[in-house]
């Protein structure tokens, strides 16, 4: 493990990458930010930090978004009924559990998510009530354990056919509930200490230069081909920090463990090379049209 000052200069790094995606595409700081941390910190150090970066980070997304919340707030309601139950229950797990088995959950979790949400899965959902009450209470239980929700919820949003703001408004009003709990819930089972004040201090400077870089960067780029682009990054280093995980509870030895991650990326680099093909085909037919 590297010296202190090492790690907090590395994890300053990865705080303001994650922070430029999600000035871009509005969300991606946890889910970018955890999967690497975890290589140097545990969940109960790195969760409060994050947890209250992300309430402000949140409500910042939802306000410059807030025109779309009248459309989706009721498709929003039934999951935010079943966030609080989860959050109740995933805090608890990561205050009764051991680091490491939280970092193996995290990564099992969180790796065929963002795979799925990188192959462009689709599947159209009506019932409303009946999917979002027992998808919001998994959904605290993963945020609260992990403080990372947005592969889940974009996927659900992308098959509920959510538009472009309505798609933000809604990722934005849930996460700002689901933060805000958890940094409540946080509290009062004595989760913030002193390593995670550091660590907040290091995510500060990184999102306000990150987020106003990474919302202008995006006006001058596409921003699908941007956002698949960082689903493959975020996929590579959770096949990663699997692979560490995986010696670091002796369930596999190295170098055998370090074949997830290689699994992973040749995954990833195929549904890759499938998202620029259909990109490369949807741009010929839209040229053919017009000529």
């Not at 947890?51 to 306000?63: K, Q, R």
């Not at 979790?109 to 019932?127: D, E, K, M, T, Y």
């Not at 999102?207 to 960082?230: K, M, N, Q, W």
Request: proline share 5%; charged share 10%.
């Amino acid at each position: 493990m590297p010296a202190l000052d090492t790690a907090l200069i590395v994890l300053g790094g990865i705080a303001l990458f994650a922070a430029f995606v999600n000035g871009a595409i509005g969300y991606g700081f946890s889910s970018l930010t955890v999967p690497l941390a975890l290589v140097f910190y545990t969940n109960r150090i790195l969760n409060p930090a994050v947890v209250l970066i992300e309430v402000f980070l949140n409500l910042y997304v939802l306000f410059i978004n807030r025109d779309g919340v009248p459309a989706v707030w009721r498709r929003v309601a039934p999951i935010l009924v079943g966030l609080l139950p989860g959050i109740a229950i995933g805090a608890y797990v990561l205050a009764l559990l051991q680091p490491g088995w939280i970092k193996f959950g995290t990564y099992t979790v969180i790796l065929p998510l963002i795979l799925i949400q990188a192959a462009g899965w689709r599947r159209p959902i009506r019932s409303t009530w009946l999917v979002g009450v027992p998808f919001g209470t998994g959904l605290g239980v993963l945020y609260s354990v992990t403080t990372i929700s947005g592969p889940p919820l974009a996927i659900l949003f992308n098959n509920q056919g959510l538009v472009k703001n309505e798609f933000r408004a809604g990722l934005a009003l849930v996460r700002v509930v689901e933060s805000s709990v958890t940094a409540m819930v946080y509290y009062q089972l004595g989760l913030f200490i002193s390593e995670s004040a550091n660590l907040l201090l290091v995510f500060i400077p990184s999102v306000l230069v990150g987020i106003p870089l990474g919302a202008y960067f995006v006006r001058h780029v596409d921003s699908e081909t941007f956002r698949r682009i960082c689903m493959s990054f975020d996929a590579w280093v959770v096949g990663f920090g699997l692979s560490r995980v995986l010696i670091e509870l002796e369930l596999m030895a190295s170098p055998w463990a370090y074949g997830v991650m290689a699994v992973t990326i040749l995954i990833d680099v195929y549904l890759l090379v499938v998202f620029f093909r259909r990109r490369k085909a949807g741009a010929g037919d839209a040229n053919g049209g017009a000529d």
